[in-house]
């Protein structure tokens, strides 16, 4: 977990609540994949599911560290943590309840995507108005989850059923035919 001084955190007084709206921003982001990543957890079955409930276990460890260096950052910057998270969007789609783990996992991919798009986002904000300590934070996070999403298409490569492999193959020499 990453720790800052007092005077890293002084020095932003002036464009401290965009620096503190990125970072909050970050932190929901984080909050809700992470929600939804051990939603999906519970979710898993099949001949893989302890091997995938082990990647979803590590996943969940990864945006918990993220979420709490990214709460630190806000508290320093003058933020209060809100009593509650009030934009979390179901964890995960109703279609991926009860079925079977590539569905899951393509779930959790699609939100580790969008994850990465508004970590991004924040970071540019960050970036933009100079809080370079703010910028670290959220870059490190952005970080983590890239090397969560590579290492979630390894494990869908892995163990992929028969029929998903099929999907998998026809869509890679469709998409190197165009």
């Known amino acids: 977990m990453m720790r800052f001084s007092a005077s890293q955190g002084a020095a932003l007084r002036d464009d401290a609540p965009t620096a503190r709206t990125s ?44 979420a709490a260096d990214l709460a630190d950052r806000y508290a320093q910057l003058g933020g209060a943590a809100p009593r509650s998270v009030r934009r979390l969007h179901p964890a995960l789609p109703i279609e991926a309840v009860g079925a079977g783990t590539s569905v899951v996992l393509s779930a959790v991919a699609q939100q580790y995507e969008r994850y990465g798009d508004r970590l991004q986002v924040s970071l540019q904000d960050c970036e933009r108005i100079g809080d370079a300590a703010s910028a670290a934070v959220i870059a490190a996070a952005s970080r983590r989850a890239a090397h969560d999403a590579v290492e979630i298409e390894t494990h869908r490569r892995r163990y992929a059923s028969p029929e998903s492999t099929a999907v998998m193959t026809s869509k890679s020499s469709s998409s190197s035919a165009s």
């Not at 982001?29 to 990647?55: E, I, K, N, S, Y």
């Open 23 to 66: 970072l909050r921003r970050a932190w929901v982001a984080t909050v809700d994949l992470q929600l939804m990543v051990t939603a999906a957890q519970w979710a898993v079955r099949g001949p893989h599911a302890l091997a995938r409930h082990a990647l979803l276990d590590g996943l969940g460890e990864r945006l918990r560290d993220s």
